[in-house]
Structures are given as C-alpha cells and as structure tokens.
C-alpha cells in the first residue's frame, strides 16, 4: 500500500512529496527511494555470498587430498575471488542495505540524497566487477590480503578504489539521512537502539575505507610504474585495520539487525538499553586493538608491540 506522509511543522511540504509503503505485518513505514536503494545493495549482496559460496567449493574439493580438483594457479586465483567477495563484498554492500532501513524505515524519513546514494551503489558495483574480471583474468592471484612486493593488475586495486569510494558516499549518504531525521523531528529524543547500532556501523566502515583507501592507492600508483616502493611492513599493518574492521563492520550490523528482529517479531526489549549503547561503544574504542592478532606471527614487528594490545584490553578490563 502507498500513500503520502506529512508530517507536522516546516517539514510537512518536504515529506508530503515523498511516497511511502506501509509494511502490513511489521506496521513499518518504508520510503520507496530508500526501499528501492536497501533491495538492489542487499540482493548485490547476496549475489556476492553466492558467488563466493561457489568458489568455496572449489577452494575445498582441491585442499580435499583425495580429489584435488584445481591446478596450483587456478586454485589461488579462485581462493583470491573467493575471500574477496566472501570478506569485502558481501558484507559491505548488505551494510549499506542496513545502513538505509536503519536510517529511513526506523526513524521514517526520507533518504537525504537518493541520486548521490545510486551514485554510490553504481561506482560499488563497477569496482566490485573490475577486481572480479581482474582477478578471474589470471593475472592478480595475490589472495584478499594481495601483500606486496607480490604485484596484481591495475585494475585489482583500481576496482577495490571504486568499491570503497562508492562505500564511503553510502555511509556519508546514512548520516545526512540521520540529519534530515533529526531536522524534521520525526522521531524524538535520542535514536533508537537498532539505529545506534547501525551509527556505530558506520563509524567503523568510514574507518575501515579509509584504512584500504590509505594502502590501496599507493599500491595502485606502484603498479601503474609511478610510484617505485611502498614498505611491505607499513603495507600489512594498516591493510589489517581495513581487512579486520571488514568483517566488524558486519558484526555490528547484525547486531543491530538482531535486536530489530527480536523487536518486530516477538516484541523484545533489552534488559538494560543503556548497557547495550555501551557495548556497542566499547566496540569502536578497542576493536582496532583485536586488528594487532593478525599481525601475532609477522617476523617484522616486534615482541613489544605484538603484546602491548593485549596489556591495553587487560588493563582497561581490570
């Protein structure tokens, strides 16, 4: 069913021009422009996960002794695929599904820039597809992590670019939405529970792109043959706060999504909203200390700074 919402004060002649869809079981009001946005990145998604599901199979029939299906160079070439679109893909662009319902249908509004948000998904898409053919061409079997002085294509980075520029727009896109909430009053006092959690999403994701923008760049300019070196330890430290931070991203994502499930479906309520607002806090401060286990085993850095994270997190607990 559609209608038109307006909505009392200045922001009634905004709002009355935008069209909504009331969810006949949840009682949830959706903005078609942000429905529309939410659907195409959550089935990308989901496209993603199977495609990366199928090259799992591969990866497992070969490390299965007795089958060994796939030659040396095919099988790190679809392992590569394969943590890509599992790791980064994914989950991303179903964040970004969850960023919009969080933003749009809880707090019913419009989304801010519904152009700029295409935008996003388009230059997500295009960069997705470019490191996919990159990597399934045969030249850029470098694994997820692609540590230099090992070399891929240009486009592998270049794809990896554009996914996390278009990314980037989508998260900016979720906190203008936030505003055009709080400037139209659509919802009073503070957001709610599941919207925090998406905030804290966020925060992590504008992170998490910015870590992969940072190393990805100058290793894009390397393989372009502008620039000459980038350091191989300064590569695998901060290429860990975007592949570790990934994966967060979802974690806090699909806690959210839970506490919303828990909410519509059985009418659940946390025990204590304040601890859960707390915990999700407490991710931000020390995830990027748990970033450190990937690096346990790297002969490059040293004992004291492998040991000291731990310290931090025992020390804050205590």
């Keep these: 069913m559609e209608h038109k919402i307006a909505v009392p004060g200045g922001a009634a002649a905004e709002q009355s021009r935008e069209t909504y869809r009331m969810c006949p079981r949840s009682g949830l009001q959706f903005n078609l422009k942000a429905e529309r946005l939410m659907i195409v990145n959550a089935v990308t998604a989901v496209v993603m996960l199977l495609v990366g599901g199928i090259l799992a199979v591969g990866v497992v029939l070969t490390r299965w002794p007795a089958v060994h299906w796939l030659q040396a160079d095919t099988f790190y070439m ?43 998904y388009a230059l997500m898409l295009i960069g997705a597809i470019t490191n996919n053919v990159a990597v399934f061409q045969g030249g850029s079997s470098v694994m997820m ?10 486009a592998f980075y270049l794809g990896l670019i554009l996914f996390a520029v278009g990314a980037l727009i989508a998260c900016f896109v979720f906190f203008g939405t936030l505003v055009v909430a709080k400037r139209e009053k659509t919802y009073q006092g503070s957001v709610p529970l599941v919207t925090f959690g998406a905030v804290v999403a966020a925060i992590i ?38 592949g570790h931070s990934a994966q967060q991203v979802n974690v806090a994502a699909h806690i959210s999504i839970w506490y919303a499930v828990a909410a519509i479906a059985f009418g659940a309520k946390p025990m204590s909203e304040r601890v859960s ?19 346990l085993a790297d002969p490059g850095v040293s004992t004291a700074w492998k040991v000291r994270p731990a310290r931090i997190v025992v020390h804050s607990v205590a």
């Design 205 to 242: 994701a504008v992170f998490t792109i910015a870590s992969g923008a940072i190393i990805l760049i100058p290793t894009w300019l390397m393989s372009l043959g502008v620039v000459t070196n980038v350091d191989p330890l300064i590569y695998r430290t901060v290429w860990w706060a975007f």
């Design 277 to 295: 607002r707390g915990a999700f806090l407490l991710y931000i401060f020390f995830l990027q200390l748990a970033s450190a286990h990937h690096l």
């Design 145 to 154: 992590t692609s540590y230099v002085p090992m070399m891929a294509a240009p």
């Design 78 to 120: 679809v392992l590569t695929a394969h943590g890509i679109d599992m790791l980064i893909y994914w989950i991303i662009f179903f964040e970004v599904a969850v960023l919009y319902f969080c933003a749009s249908t809880l707090l019913r509004t419009r989304i801010a820039t519904p152009n700029v948000a295409w935008l996003a």
